[in-house]
């Protein structure tokens, strides 16, 4: 069982990049997604999250409105659309998978983490 993330990178203020989670091994079908960010010196922070049952979303209010989490249909690939980012929005971002697909962006309720992918937004 495992999540790995891709699509990270260097961007301009006001652009845009998708980052992927791809899933694979899990043995049930009802789990959520979410996806966290790490700025340097700074705690874990919920950025957004689906229920893979029905696609159900949930955002922080830092990112509504610029953010858009999806899922292809086979529910092996999650994403993260990232528009209009700002500098504040840098640092390593994660997915994560909540076994109890609570909906959730309190981290202490995912089970299951990838590496991370940075994201840089520069001026």
């Known amino acids: 069982v495992q999540l790995v993330e891709s699509g990270g990178g260097l961007v301009q203020a006001g652009g845009s990049l998708r980052l992927s989670c791809e899933v694979s091994?899990?043995?049930?079908?009802?789990?959520?997604i979410g996806w966290f960010r790490q700025a340097p010196g700074k705690g874990r922070e919920g950025v957004s999250v689906i229920s893979s049952s029905d696609g159900s979303t949930k955002y922080a209010d830092s990112v509504k409105g610029r953010f858009t989490v999806s899922a292809d249909d086979a529910k092996t690939t999650f994403y993260l659309q990232m528009n209009r980012l700002k500098p504040e929005d840098t640092a390593v971002y994660y997915c994560?998978?909540?076994?109890?697909?609570?909906?959730?962006?309190?981290?202490?309720?995912?089970?299951?983490w990838g590496q991370g992918t940075p994201v840089t937004v520069s001026l």
């Open positions: 091994g899990f043995a049930f079908d009802d789990y959520a």
């Open positions: 994560a998978a909540d076994y109890a697909d609570l909906l959730l962006l309190d981290p202490s309720d995912f089970n299951l």
